[in-house]
């Protein structure tokens, strides 16, 4: 009994492996589909709603889709002038910084010159040859990287309006493939549960972070920061990573700050604005707003941006909670998961 159950533990292992393999090796393939499947869960409620008044589904489905890509294309095209010349003038912000913190950077290179004088000694002075390579600009690496992600968004919206305009089609098919009536009003549960309580995250967190892009983006015009919308348009986009999006989103902010004002000190102001606004929103907004069914905690939360991130970079930064709200659910519903499921809840009070 012993070895088969060491037997069935190496088994799951090396089945856990593979399937961390074939994520990472074929993100290309499955990050459209994941795209679009998650689409289509959060916006089958407000579909199967629009059915419910008389709208048919694919009247909704391309209305929808449509709609959110003609917003998603106008927006970026209206804040791509603006972002590329501030991409465009990374070399003379990092000059500016560099006069601006001369007293950090005098620093560091006393630490770098200590260090390399400990290599020499320990290598006998030996100088070994140095090889420059030419690297891509800042501006042609960000145009490249939003150019792939926005493609395979687009072909992850086009596949959540096929699976949006067929209907009820898919959970026929998942109700006619299991072979017992419990297996099928479970499946059913599950899934309606996964779309409401997707749906309900995605569109509530999408609303909140808009209203932190809006108050973000009118204190830092009221401070007299340049290109407030954009960076407005930036703090709503890296909100949808937690933790990792608002460090991103501070770092970035503070070294633009402090080369657009005059003073360090008046520079350091926006950073701390926009940190509180983060902070706020994190700390009490977000969580009085979802509520404790949605409530994750944040261990789990912080190693699937860990895992998805280094899985699918970005993308996979952006999908981690979702890909978490649509675990925790599954677990929730199927009685062997919920051990699990538990883990990943927030602690009950």
């Known amino acids: 009994m012993d070895d088969t159950h060491t037997i069935k533990n190496l088994l799951i292992g090396i089945f856990l492996i593979l399937v961390f393999g074939a994520v990472y090796f074929a993100r290309d393939m499955l990050l459209p589909i994941v795209v679009g499947v998650l689409v289509a869960l959060t916006l089958s409620p407000i579909v199967r709603g629009g ?36 991409l465009d003038s990374a070399p003379e912000v990092g000059a500016e910084l560099k006069r601006k913190l001369g007293f950090l950077s005098d620093s560091l290179a006393a630490m770098q010159d200590a260090t390399d004088e400990v290599e020499n000694l320990a290598n006998g002075d030996a100088v070994a040859p140095t ?3 030419q690297q891509p600009s800042l501006l042609a690496f960000a145009a490249g990287s939003v150019a ?23 959970y026929v098919k998942l109700v006619n493939a299991l072979p017992n009536f419990a297996d099928k009003k479970l499946a059913v549960k ?15 967190i999408t609303l909140i972070n808009a209203g932190l892009g809006v108050c973000i983006a009118g204190a830092l015009y009221w401070l007299g920061l340049p290109d407030a919308v954009l ?6 986009a890296l909100n949808f990573i937690p933790f990792v999006g608002a460090m991103i989103g501070v770092l970035a902010i ?20 926009y940190l509180f606004l983060t902070s706020l929103e994190g700390q009490i907004i977000t969580p009085s707003v979802l509520g404790k069914r949605l409530e994750l905690n944040t261990v789990s939360v912080f190693l699937a941006v860990i895992v998805w991130s280094w899985l699918w970079n970005v993308p996979g930064a952006l999908m981690a909670v979702p890909f978490l709200v649509v675990t925790k659910v599954i677990c929730d519903n199927v009685e062997p998961l919920k051990v699990f499921g538990d883990f990943l809840g927030a602690r009950k009070r």
């Open 148 to 170: 792939s992600f926005l493609s395979l968004g687009f072909v992850g919206m086009i596949l959540a309006l096929f699976i949006l305009a067929s209907g009820d089609l898919f």
């Open 231 to 236: 960076w407005g348009v930036l703090a709503f």
């Open 190 to 204: 599950t899934v309606r549960d996964v779309e409401r309580r997707l749906s309900h995250y995605l569109l509530t």
């Open 254 to 273: 503070g070294a633009y700050s402090i080369i657009a004002f005059d003073t360090l000190a008046s520079g350091m102001v926006v950073p701390l604005v």
């Open 131 to 133: 090889v420059a390579i």
């Open 51 to 86: 059915a419910r008044v008389g709208v048919p589904q694919p009247v909704s489905a391309c209305l929808l889709i449509f709609g959110a890509t003609v917003l998603c294309g106008v927006g970026v095209y209206a804040l791509s002038g603006p972002a590329s010349e501030i």
